[in-house]
């Protein structure tokens, strides 16, 4: 594939829509429809961008007995879906610092522990160059309602056993889906 040039489609709030114009190998001109939270790309080089934007929390209790998951209610999917907490790194922030904030904002837990931080990794590859930092750790507390009015969110400790019987046909996020399946049989 030869890319052949960008357009900015609209630009919201929290994304912008591009139209990326690329030539196949056969020589067809064709149009990709991607978003990026960068609002500004005028080149491939933004498309390409390194830049982590979101955390996304793989939390268990303190004995690791438990997995921490959200049921949120999700407009892009019109239901609620089983999802890891997540958020947008702000300004300034680390991605622990960001971690901590997420955490608490959604649930009212406090990250005491991060045990391991992945390699940055894309949010959803076929939609957008979103990169995201995964942050594996340990929460205690008591849960409280997500500060955000904008949020409907659930969170709750499950046992390997509650994560098996949601797996059979519960609203997942895939990377919160493949993880859950890999934990619970593990």
């Known amino acids: 594939m030869k890319f052949t040039g960008l357009e900015k489609v609209h630009d919201g709030r929290f994304i912008s829509r591009y139209d990326l114009k690329y030539e196949t ?19 491939f080089d933004d498309v390409r961008s390194e830049l982590n934007e979101a955390v996304v929390l793989i939390i ?6 438990k997995i921490l998951l959200n049921k949120e209610y999700r ?9 890891f907490p997540a958020g947008l790194i702000d300004p300034g922030e680390t991605p622990e610092v960001a971690a901590k904030r997420e955490l608490w904002e959604e649930t009212g837990l406090e990250l005491y522990k991060i045990e391991s931080i992945w390699p940055s990794s894309y949010s ?12 594996v750790g340990l929460a205690r507390g008591e849960f409280s309602p997500s500060t955000s009015t ?10 390997k056993d509650e994560v098996r019987e949601l797996l059979k046909g519960t609203n997942f996020a895939a990377r919160t889906q493949c ?6 049989d593990s």
């Not at 407009?75 to 999802?83: D, K, L, Q, R, S």
């Open 179 to 184: 993880y859950c399946r890999l934990w619970a």
């Open 150 to 159: 904008e949020e409907e969110i659930e969170a709750g400790w499950c046992t």
């Open 124 to 135: 959803a590859v076929g939609l957008t160059n979103e990169r995201s930092e995964v942050i």
């Open 60 to 65: 268990h209790n303190e004995d690791k007995s």
């Open 25 to 43: 190998s056969d020589g067809l001109t064709k149009n990709y429809e991607m978003v990026s939270r960068n609002h500004d790309m005028k080149s």
């Open 75 to 83: 407009m892009a999917v019109g239901n609620v879906a089983i999802n």
